[in-house]
Every structure is written in C-alpha cells, then in structure tokens.
C-alpha cells in the first residue's frame, strides 16, 4: 500500500511539473509574440502559427501573418528570432523574416559578396538552416520544443 501511495504521489509531481513546464514555454513564447508583434504598424493584428523553440531556448521560429499599410493581411512568412531574457520577460534582440533573408541576399549579390546561383541555394535551404538547432545539425540528440497553440 505504501508503494502504490508513492507512486502515486510521484506520478502526481510528473504531471504538474509537465503542466508548469508546459505554462512556463507558452509564457516565453507570448512574451517573444508580443515583442515581435510590436514592430509592426498593427500589433493586435498579427497572428502567429507553428511556433518551435530552440532546445537551449535562444531563437524562436514560425509563421507570422501581419496586415499592410491598407489593413490587409500578407499572409504568412517564416520568421526567426532571437531571444533575450526567460519568462515574462523575454524581449527580441533580432527578428529576421524569409523576406528579409532574401532582400539580403539580393544585395549580397548587387555587391559581389555571393553569386547568383549560389544565393538561390541559400534561399531553398537558408531558412530551414536558419531556423534549424545548431547541437541537431552537429549530430546531436536535442530536439526543437514546439510550443502548443493557445487554447
């Protein structure tokens, strides 16, 4: 009977530590929506889909759709951004959007820096290399966190 009221007790403790760890990454992520959200004319407006955490919880990377200067929607783009700070407290240090990428990558061709054909290979895979944890590219075994949707 002891064992069965341990184990319970500990399953019990399993279950609000997910459910804390659970609020804790919604809390980072709608401090991260809110900062990013702030750059745009309509904050309100901007909705946000597929949100995935790095591991160590440096960048966050999904979709935004914001409206235009005639209030209409773009539509969705990848983003990524940099995090600064935990909790309700995280703030954005860089937000990089695939338009963004590939202005740049113009640029660095206009420049010389990079070669047309090798800037169109970087725009295919540059955003998923982006977005993509650095320990899980080298081999490692940490996984992106995907932050659920709000309910």
């Given amino acids: 009977m002891k064992t069965v009221v341990t184990l319970a007790a500990c399953l ?4 609000g ?6 609020k804790r990454l919604i809390t980072l ?12 004319k309509d904050p ?9 955490l790095d591991w160590q919880q440096q960048h966050i990377c999904g979709e935004l759709n914001a409206k ?8 969705y783009e990848r983003f990524r951004a940099d995090l600064n700070g935990s909790g309700a407290n995280t703030t954005v240090t860089n937000v990089r959007t695939q338009m963004d990428m590939a202005k740049q990558l113009r640029s660095d061709v206009e ?8 800037a169109e290979v ?10 993509a944890d650095v320990a899980l590219l080298k081999g490692g075994k940490k996984t992106p966190i995907n932050i659920p949707p709000a309910k």
Avoid: H, W
Wanted: hydrophobic letters at 40%.
């Fill in 68 to 75: 235009n200067a005639y209030g209409g929607y773009i539509g």
């Fill in 29 to 40: 992520a709608d401090a991260a929506k809110k900062s990013i959200a702030a750059r745009y």
């Fill in 17 to 22: 530590c997910q459910d804390s760890e659970e």
């Fill in 44 to 52: 309100d407006a901007v909705q946000f889909k597929g949100l995935v």
């Fill in 122 to 131: 970087v725009d295919k895979l540059g955003f998923e290399i982006m977005c």
């Fill in 12 to 15: 019990l403790a399993i279950t």
């Fill in 111 to 118: 420049t010389g820096q990079l070669t047309a054909p090798r």
